[in-house]
């Protein structure tokens, strides 16, 4: 964790999290009250936050703790049981198109067609979001030159590293220039260079861009002390607020520590 200094915190929770109070209508991503079972598995309980604007954060969770689920349900693969997801005020269920518009994914699983060159998918991908030919071409040019891979153009995917297959993923998914971006593990598999680099981009993302993302992951070593966390055990929300504030909040001297203390404790 870095050593960032305190500024005012962005980032507002609900449920029994650190911070309280709802704020459904303040930032770019709504998640409220949002359960889902899988037969008598209960893999979210009242999930419930706000991802700011503007800003970097981390849903935190072990394996299994709902955040692919969580995942599934934002980008509609799997249908809404019981809550509410909203987009800079569109309602997903509503009006699901104005949701998906402003939205960009990375999946956990690879999901680039290796026979095709890099070009090749992310024109695949414009296509299906009604770009025409030539402005696709431009944003492609302009999202490789963001992730440092405008060279690797006309390569074959499969040519590619596993972080540089990554990054292409994450270009693809600003083609269509999403306000939310929304990434599930995206640094499983990678070496710690590669993982270092993926980060990087992302945070520079928001940092140059604006853009709002929820990076989930379970590795305590991707987040800085100034970022949004969403802490996530057994589909229930144990805490939202910046890492650095959570750490004081709990006592606790590293962010493991706190988070092991709100994932045991039924009272944070
Ligand atoms: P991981 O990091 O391992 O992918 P996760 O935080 O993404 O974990 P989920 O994959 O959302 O967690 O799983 C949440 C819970 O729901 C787990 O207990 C899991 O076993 C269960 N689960 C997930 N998908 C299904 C399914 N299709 N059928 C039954 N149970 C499921």
Redesign the pocket.
């Known amino acids: 964790m870095t050593t960032a200094t305190r500024s005012g915190d962005a980032f507002k929770g609900t449920t029994r999290g650190t911070t309280g109070g709802t704020t459904h209508d303040a930032g770019a991503l709504t998640v409220a009250n949002v359960s889902h079972v ?2 008598k ?1 209960r ?1 979210l309980d009242h999930v419930s936050f706000t991802l700011a604007r503007g800003r970097f954060s981390v849903l935190l ?1 072990l ?7 969580l995942f599934s349900l934002i980008t509609r693969l799997q249908a809404f049981q019981a809550g509410t997801i909203s987009l800079d005020g569109h309602d997903l269920q509503r009006d699901p198109g104005e949701v998906l518009r402003r939205l960009g994914i990375v999946f ?1 699983a690879r999901t680039l067609d290796l026979d095709l060159t890099v070009e090749q998918n992310l024109a695949y991908h414009a296509a299906l979001h009604g770009l025409p030919a030539r402005l696709a071409r431009a944003r492609a040019g302009a999202v490789l030159e963001r992730v440092d891979l405008a060279e690797r153009h006309g390569d074959k995917a499969r040519d590619l590293s596993g972080g540089q297959m990554r990054r292409v993923e994450i270009a693809r998914a600003l083609l269509h220039q999403p306000r939310v971006l929304i990434l599930d ?1 995206p640094t499983v598999g990678l070496d710690i260079k590669a993982r270092a680099e993926v980060l990087a981009h992302v945070r520079t993302l928001v940092a140059e861009e604006g853009i709002a993302v929820l990076w989930a992951t ?1 590795l305590f070593d991707e987040i800085d002390a100034d970022d949004d966390l969403v802490i996530l055990h057994q ?1 229930r929300v144990r805490g939202t607020g910046r890492a650095d504030t959570i750490m004081e909040q709990m006592g606790a001297a590293t962010l493991t520590e706190a988070f092991t203390r709100m994932t045991t404790s039924e009272t944070v």
């Open positions: 899988y037969g598995k893999a969770g394996n299994g703790a709902g955040k692919t689920t956990q593990e379970h589909g």
